[in-house]
């Protein structure tokens, strides 16, 4: 006799193929590593303190509680934060599962359920391996250990890839770029101002106020001054002022349009505005200018 059981299997939405190395490690306040490539995962997490992370060209702060991921073949570093001692955990393995894609360029904050369960990750799987040079870990392999408790290992990959489905159900990520920082003539600026200049230069052919601006980059007016009175003195639309006079330079130089022409594509006023914000930040007229050009 046949039974009507259907016997099911179970779908691998992310499946962790093999383990390279599993550490936690406590930095010094001076401790810097160089950074390093490899076609396998990263993921970092900052237990106490914060660290300096380098993700490609970019730099990021990772504080204490929250995670990353360096997806394969991404340039990485690490270094401790200013006057922090952070204590970290740290995880490399291999997945071809494409939800991995997901933790790209993301920071996550844990929950307590999350840490709860990041501890037990770690407690198992130092378990189950240990690291050939404890005192090089950044740069060493490990080894499994001949004592491991039975089943260790399977655990190991059993609770990463509970832990990486519990991470991936999380919809209040944050993107890496919110706190990379920039250098803008000179000058360390966080991802918020880089994202105001970029708007007025987005906009220098248009008449924006500083409500205007506020709300193409998504904040309050205060919030904006406040936010760009740490980049530069003077004023937002000083500033936007400035690029204005900067581009008409540049239109000034192409000589394809009059004194005229140039201040209504740059939606001045009027041309004798025009003429007033050029002296300001040139010292000469427009036309002055235009004579010192060498031809």
């Known amino acids: 006799m046949t039974d009507n059981f259907i016997r099911y299997g179970f779908d691998k939405v992310i499946n962790v193929e093999k383990v390279i190395t599993l550490f936690y490690i406590e930095f010094s306040k001076s401790f810097t590593y160089d950074g390093e490539t490899h076609d396998f995962w990263e993921m970092v997490y900052v237990d106490r303190g914060e660290t300096i992370c380098t993700a490609g060209k970019n730099q990021f702060v990772l504080k204490g509680g929250e995670l990353t991921f360096h997806k394969p073949n991404e340039f990485h570093a690490i270094r401790a934060g200013e006057n922090s001692a952070p204590n970290v955990s740290i995880i490399t393995f291999e997945s071809k599962s494409r939800a991995m894609k997901y933790f790209e360029g993301k920071i996550i904050r844990l929950s307590a359920e999350e840490k709860a369960l990041i501890g037990m990750l770690f407690k198992e799987g130092l378990s189950a391996f240990s690291l050939v040079d404890k005192k090089n870990p950044l740069l060493q392999r490990m080894e499994k250990l001949p004592d491991a408790p039975f089943g260790s290992s399977q655990m190991t990959k059993n609770l990463l890839e509970i832990f990486l489905i519990s991470l991936h159900r999380r919809t209040d990520m944050l993107a890496k770029r919110s706190r990379y920082r920039y250098k803008v003539n000179g000058v360390a600026i966080p991802f918020q101002v880089k994202e105001i200049l970029d708007c007025l230069e987005r906009n220098v052919y248009k008449k924006l106020s500083v409500e205007d601006i506020a709300r193409e980059v998504g904040k309050?007016?205060?919030?904006?001054?406040?936010?760009?009175?740490?980049?530069?003195?003077?004023?937002?639309?000083?500033?936007?002022?400035?690029?204005?006079?900067?581009?008409?330079?540049?239109?000034?130089?192409?000589?394809?349009?009059?004194?005229?022409?140039?201040?209504?594509?740059?939606?001045?006023?009027?041309?004798?505005?025009?003429?007033?914000?050029?002296?300001?930040?040139?010292?000469?007229?427009?036309?002055?200018?235009?004579?010192s050009i060498l031809q």
């Open 220 to 291: 309050s007016a205060s919030a904006l001054k406040s936010l760009f009175s740490t980049y530069k003195d003077g004023g937002i639309m000083k500033y936007f002022n400035q690029l204005k006079i900067e581009e008409a330079k540049k239109l000034i130089r192409e000589g394809s349009l009059n004194f005229a022409q140039i201040s209504t594509q740059l939606n001045f006023d009027t041309p004798q505005y025009f003429s007033t914000c050029f002296k300001r930040f040139t010292n000469m007229s427009p036309q002055e200018y235009k004579s």
